[in-house]
């Protein structure tokens, strides 16, 4: 096996031995009486066993266990600490000290969780203090999403979505959207792309709930400027992938596509698991119309009872000229994925035209 065929490491493998190590070593020199031993017995007994949100608790866990200090005493050694960590998934485990043992002293945990956002993230922690004092949390957040720091601004976005991944949904932002809705228009028109990315991100969370709710929002907004053009466009990814006609509208894309869809194929036809195939295909204008497109394709994946389930992919907007062809082409790795697993069988590919599918190809994965 090459060192290209090697399988990457495991994600959680970012909290490796020698990464405490280095943890435990970087605290010593901010804290000398630390007790580096105890640290890295705790931490690494049954960690193979750990995912790496579990690997980062453990973390702050052992850190809380073995600091014989006070609550605002720790957080000076971790603001120390915060700095010197080489990793910036690693520094997660430093906000998330401060959820586990800080709710007590609201504005003290919340000023730490604001310094701990530019070396990592706080984005996970923060949504204990928003679980537990939701009204509190969310004004000092809008204040935050006018910060000078791109960092700050993005927790205020990223640490009130309703369905962040690898955290605990915020049933209350999820009933009622509206009630983060004021951070997210301080953010709408951010020069950042990284917070630009959150707002889309939690908007999109939201047009899981309340599609309509987002709609209504986004067509009120000026998209002349061009950084909020850029958020409703990824906001309205899911509902555009789904061919919802508002959605398309915003960007220019509704209407029925008056097209045809030539020579599509995937090549190979037949593959084993790992190999990749290229999708092709053109598609001809059959108006003297220019025509805004926006084009995906879809693949029914096959699952373990033999019954499939689509999962749509984006692949380009365009605007056609009239009686114009386009040729469009994508390759993609068929490889096993944390989220998604492979099975043998023929899998349907459909090209979709604003959100209409208007021609079908396959391929067949072998065991």
């Known amino acids: 096996m090459t060192a290209a065929?090697?399988?990457?490491?495991?994600?959680?493998?970012?909290?490796?031995?020698?990464?405490?190590?280095?943890?435990?070593?970087?605290?010593t020199a901010v804290y000398p009486a630390f007790n580096a031993k105890a640290f890295l017995e705790m931490a690494n007994d049954g960690l193979a066993d750990l995912s790496i949100m579990q690997r980062m608790a453990r973390v702050s866990e052992c850190l809380h266990a073995v600091l014989p200090l006070d609550y605002d005493e720790s957080l000076e050694v971790l603001r120390a600490l915060a700095p010197r960590l080489n990793s910036g998934f690693v520094s997660i485990s430093l906000p998330h000290y401060v959820a586990m043992y800080g709710t007590h002293d609201f504005e003290q945990s919340m000023d730490a969780l604001k310094y701990f956002t530019a070396f990592g993230s706080a984005e996970f922690a923060i949504r204990y203090f928003l679980r537990s004092d939701l009204q509190r949390s969310l004004a000092l957040m809008q204040a935050w999403s006018r910060d000078e720091n791109e960092h700050v601004r993005r927790l205020a976005s990223e640490g009130s979505r309703p369905?962040?991944?690898?955290?605990?949904?915020?049933?209350?932002?999820?009933?009622d959207p509206t009630l983060a809705a004021a951070i997210l228009d301080n953010l709408k028109a951010?020069?950042?792309?990284?917070?630009?990315?959150?707002?889309?991100n939690h908007l999109n969370d939201i047009t899981k709930d309340h599609p309509e709710w987002v709609l209504d929002?986004?067509?009120?907004?000026?998209?002349?400027?061009?950084?909020?053009?850029?958020?409703?466009?990824?906001?309205?990814?899911?509902?555009?992938?789904?061919?919802n006609q508002r959605a398309l509208a915003i960007i220019g894309a509704s209407g029925k596509a008056e097209v045809e869809i030539v020579g599509v194929k995937v090549e190979p036809a037949v593959i084993r698991l790992g190999e990749k195939i290229t999708l092709s295909f053109a598609v001809k204008s059959t108006v003297a119309e220019s025509q805004r497109l926006v084009i995906d394709y879809a693949i029914d994946y096959v699952?373990?009872?033999?019954?499939?389930?689509?999962?749509?992919?984006?692949?380009?907007?365009?605007?056609?000229?009239?009686?114009?062809?386009?040729?469009?082409?994508?390759?993609?790795?068929?490889?096993?994925?944390?989220?998604r697993k492979h099975y043998v069988g023929k899998h349907a590919v459909?090209?979709?035209?604003?959100?209409?599918?208007?021609?079908?190809?396959?391929?067949?994965?072998l065991a």
């Not at 065929?5 to 994600?11: F, H, K, T, V």
């Open 217 to 243: 929002l986004i067509e009120g907004w000026s998209l002349e400027n061009k950084h909020t053009a850029w958020i409703a466009k990824h906001a309205l990814r899911s509902l555009i992938k789904q061919g």
């Open 303 to 339: 699952k373990a009872n033999g019954s499939t389930s689509a999962k749509v992919f984006k692949l380009k907007a365009l605007t056609l000229l009239g009686k114009a062809t386009e040729r469009v082409s994508r390759g993609q790795q068929i490889k096993e994925l944390t989220t």
């Open 190 to 200: 951010d020069d950042s792309l990284y917070v630009r990315k959150s707002v889309a």
């Open 350 to 365: 459909h090209i979709m035209v604003n959100g209409e599918r208007l021609a079908t190809t396959a391929f067949e994965i």
């Open 5 to 27: 065929e090697q399988p990457a490491p495991a994600l959680k493998e970012i909290f490796n031995a020698e990464r405490l190590k280095h943890i435990a070593t970087e605290m």
């Open 163 to 175: 369905r962040l991944p690898w955290s605990f949904r915020l049933e209350q932002i999820q009933s």
